[in-house]
């Protein structure tokens, strides 16, 4: 089900008139350079996460906390180096 969502969310991203102002924004063209895109990584990793409130009296934000979300976050900072948009451990098959 998880990768059905993905594919769903990049064919919205594609399709978004909001995604392709951020792609054609001529400032950002000159800042970052031509070929510049959006781009969307993600990894995929299935476990258990502990949910935990992080923050003060004033805001509190949901963090969760477990070795399997580092792992995802790991999968998601490769997706960069491979060049993918998604990346699947193992685990999930």
């Known amino acids: ?8 969310l990049i064919a919205e991203l594609k399709k978004s008139r909001k995604m ?6 001529k400032g950002l063209i000159e800042r970052m350079g031509v070929g510049y895109e ?13 949910e935990g409130a992080i923050g003060s009296y004033y805001k509190i934000d949901a963090s969760y906390l477990s070795s399997n979300v580092k792992m995802s976050e790991r999968l998601e900072s ?10 699947i451990s193992g685990a999930l098959e």
């Open 1 to 8: 089900m998880s990768v059905v969502s993905f594919v769903l």
């Open 20 to 25: 392709v102002k951020y792609n054609t924004h």
């Open 38 to 50: 959006v781009k969307l990584g993600m990894g995929l990793h299935m476990g258990y996460a502990i």
């Open 78 to 87: 490769a997706t960069k180096a491979f060049g993918v948009p998604l990346l």
